[in-house]
């Protein structure tokens, strides 16, 4: 029973486009959202995160879009980079100290 | 300040035996998660630990695996009599009280 999924497994996308990684949710009580990157033997390194009391988020080239209603979250990269190339992790929360359910990931390829 | 510390990076394990993998948390941070990691899975749960105390341990197998945080010193990951399907990442995070997590870099157990 996922209670977060990330359908894609792989996204390639060239240098200066835009980026867009899917997740979905299926437990109505998560209300904090977080997207990870992680290289490989590394461990993952918080990138961007959403309250459930926002749509959007925004940081530099990294923007989260969040649809309660659907369930679903989007993570943003605009304009990607090389060195976005890496596996993004969907993570959700119930709030507080509450471990983070995290999806199976989505590995990214930005291509030169 | 040092980030999340773990150790031994790589731990090679033959069936039966014991591994024990250490985690040294973020200064000021108090609370600390063990996540798993398989081949091609996203992180999963397994148990959350204060000083002393488990707090969750609702994603940790009921037999050989065990975990500690005592008052003094790093929290233990123990494994009992591994099998092969032990095999996986596994990741420490802490935080502080008020929540946010760092990662370490994750202890590689491959059971042979």
């Known amino acids: 029973d996922q209670q977060v999924k990330q359908n894609s497994p792989s996204l390639s996308v060239q240098e200066g486009r835009i980026s867009i990684l899917n997740c979905d949710y299926t437990?109505?009580?998560?209300?904090?959202f977080l997207w990870y990157k992680k290289y490989p033997a590394e461990g993952p390194t918080f990138l961007i995160s959403?309250?459930?009391?926002?749509d959007k988020n925004e940081d530099g080239r990294f923007t989260v879009f969040l649809n309660k209603s659907a369930k679903h979250l989007s993570l943003h990269i605009v304009p990607s980079q090389p060195g976005d190339s890496a596996v993004y992790f969907c993570?959700?929360?119930?709030?507080?100290?509450?471990?983070?359910?995290f999806g199976k990931g989505t590995r990214l390829s930005v291509i030169a | 300040n040092a980030g999340v510390m773990q150790n031994p990076r790589h731990l090679v394990r033959r069936r039966g035996q014991e591994a024990r993998l250490r985690c040294s948390p973020m200064?000021?941070?108090?609370?600390v998660y063990w996540y798993r990691q398989l081949p091609e899975e996203g992180l999963k749960f397994m148990v959350y630990?204060?000083?002393?105390?488990?707090?969750?341990e609702s994603g940790m197998p009921k037999e050989r695996f065990s975990a500690e945080f005592p008052k003094e010193g790093p929290s233990i990951l123990r494994i009992q009599q591994v099998v092969r399907g032990d095999s996986a990442a596994y990741f420490c995070?802490?935080?502080?009280?008020?929540?946010?997590?760092?990662f370490g870099s994750g202890t590689r157990l491959t059971v042979v």
């Open positions: 995070a802490s935080s502080p009280p008020r929540g946010g997590y760092t």
């Open positions: 437990n109505s009580m998560f209300d904090y």
């Open positions: 959403i309250s459930s009391i926002k």
């Open positions: 993570a959700a929360t119930k709030g507080g100290n509450t471990p983070l359910v």
């Open positions: 200064k000021g941070h108090s609370h």
């Open positions: 630990l204060q000083k002393e105390n488990i707090i969750d």
